[in-house]
């Protein structure tokens, strides 16, 4: 893996300061190029008041059941995970399956910075600077066949290494999926870092799916395994309660969870007075990514 | 030597651990990620504890056929309205911001939040006639109201259940000590 040097670490606080600049750059520009250098989705229609959350809550506020249930869990119980080496094998319908070394994989596609909103489906919320690189980088390399509809991600199964695999508390490995023109959208993204730092295990190391529209969950971490598929594959979360977890879990307020409220979320870092927020329809990449679903009942496809 | 307080009030200090550990965290600013959160939940586990604690005299006092238990019965009851009122409070103020509209929303449309309310509207009345005063008064009736304890201890439980989204580890585990604790008057009954 690439070692970075400590000295090219940027502090959190000119991460920080970036923001306000990147805002102000922003505010100039009458729409946003996906895919330049910096992904501005997160500052494009926000207040000021939305601000990166900090590197310790994102790196210890973690759902990553393959490490236990608790938030705490994942960073306590990750130390033993071994990210090297790794591979990432692409497959299925696909003209030529390939399998990348993580090296090749950082190597080939360059990364950039992302600053992305993350939304929780238990009603919390993040704002990120992931480093990654798109999907469809990755995808294009191996060239779908005409039979390629959706992508299934696979997660790594190592239930020595990980502990909450040994228990049956999801149906392991971790599985998600994503339609291929989701997957191929611009704002998807494959990460390996974060605070342009080299991605913690507990985030996810060494490589994972970030995609900013949908629940946090369909984000899944530790990725060994894309396949390229012709039918709806079935995700980890389905399988445990397809009621509750439909295969597009785009944020929407407006659909609840069953069993509680998606219509506003605690943003993590917020002062204990401050006031949960409303949720944003796409958790505000409507923009981007509603062109996706146009004609389509978002209550039904939940 | 005259102790310095009696057992009742010893029984009432410890009582306070959830206040005077929360306080800690506070003042050592030692919370985590989500501190309304974490407060909410604080309050809610200790409710069930107290809850557990409540029910649990009953019992004690049959094993032991001592009733040197009873008097604590009402200062762990009170207790146990005491953690669930701040546990409400805090998710309709500090997580809702006395935001009515969205609360009654909440309550009406999701079942374990109207599961919480019920069950701490049915304290109220426990609390209100919980004085030795309100016994005498009430005679047989006393008792009968007094048993609406099981049905808290029950809703408690399912709104715990009906909020965790997978691990449903924590809520059996109180599920099965209230269970215990119901099977055990069950039992001396018959006898």
Redesign the interface.
């Known amino acids: 893996m690439k070692k970075i040097l400590s000295s090219e670490i940027t502090p959190e606080h000119i991460y920080q300061n970036r923001r306000s600049f990147i805002k102000s750059a922003a505010a100039g520009t009458a729409s946003l190029m996906l895919g330049s250098f910096f992904s501005l989705s997160a500052s494009s229609n926000t207040s000021s008041s939305e601000k990166l959350t900090s590197y310790?809550?994102i790196t210890?506020?973690n759902n990553y059941?393959e490490f236990g249930?608790d938030?705490?869990d994942p960073s306590n119980n990750s130390g033993k995970f071994k990210i090297s080496p790794w591979s990432i094998t692409i497959e299925g319908e696909v003209e030529q399956a390939k399998t990348f070394s993580i090296e090749q994989i950082i190597k080939n596609f360059p990364s950039e910075e992302r600053i992305y909103r993350l939304r929780c489906?238990?009603g919390?919320s993040m704002v990120i600077p992931w480093m990654g690189f798109s999907l469809s980088n990755l995808l294009k390399t191996v060239s779908p066949t005409s039979k390629a509809k959706f992508v299934e991600f696979i997660s790594v199964y190592r239930p020595e290494e990980m502990i909450g695999q040994q228990s049956k508390?999801?149906d392991w490995p971790y599985r998600e999926g994503l339609r291929l023109d989701e997957a191929m959208h611009p704002l998807t993204i494959m990460a390996t870092g974060l605070y342009g730092k080299n991605l913690p295990s507990q985030n996810g190391a060494p490589i994972r799916l970030v995609v900013p529209w949908k629940y946090g969950f369909k984000s899944a971490k530790a990725i060994v395994k894309i396949r390229l598929v012709e039918n709806i594959p079935i995700s980890s979360w389905m399988n445990?309660?397809p009621a509750e977890y439909g295969f597009y879990s785009n944020v929407n307020p407006n659909v609840?969870h069953p069993?509680?409220?998606q219509?506003?979320e605690?943003r993590?870092?917020d002062s204990?007075?401050d006031?949960?927020r409303p949720t944003e329809m796409f958790n505000g990449y409507a923009n981007e990514v509603s062109n996706l679903y146009k004609g389509m009942d978002l209550r039904k496809y939940y | 030597m005259k102790p310095y307080f009696s057992l009742q009030q010893l029984i009432f200090i410890i009582a306070l651990w959830p206040i005077a550990s929360i306080l800690y965290t506070l003042i050592n600013n030692n919370f985590?990620?989500?501190?309304?959160?974490e407060v909410i939940h604080h309050f809610g586990k200790w409710t069930l504890i107290f809850i557990c604690l409540t029910l649990s005299i009953t019992p004690l006092r049959r094993i032991t056929k001592s009733n040197i238990w009873l008097p604590f019965r009402k200062t762990l009851g009170l207790f146990t309205f005491f953690y669930a009122s701040i546990h409400l409070l805090s998710y309709i103020g500090?997580?809702?911001?006395f935001?009515w509209n969205?609360i009654l929303?909440?309550t009406i449309?999701?079942?374990?939040?109207w599961v919480g309310v019920v069950a701490w509207l049915l304290l109220v009345p426990l609390a209100i006639t919980s004085s030795k005063k309100m016994k005498i008064i009430l005679k047989d009736n006393w008792f009968k109201l007094h048993r609406l304890i099981y049905v808290i201890a029950i809703l408690g439980v399912l709104h715990y259940l009906?909020?965790v989204?997978?691990?449903i580890t924590q809520p059996v585990i109180y599920g099965l000590i209230i269970g215990v604790l119901f099977l055990l008057r069950i039992r001396f009954k018959k006898n």
């Open positions: 310790k809550d210890t506020y059941y249930t938030k705490e489906v238990e919390w508390i999801l445990a309660s609840d069993r509680w409220s219509a506003t605690r993590i870092g204990f007075f006031p949960r | 985590g990620a989500n501190p309304v959160e500090l997580d809702h911001h935001d969205l929303q909440n449309k999701h079942k374990y939040v009906w909020l989204k997978k691990d």
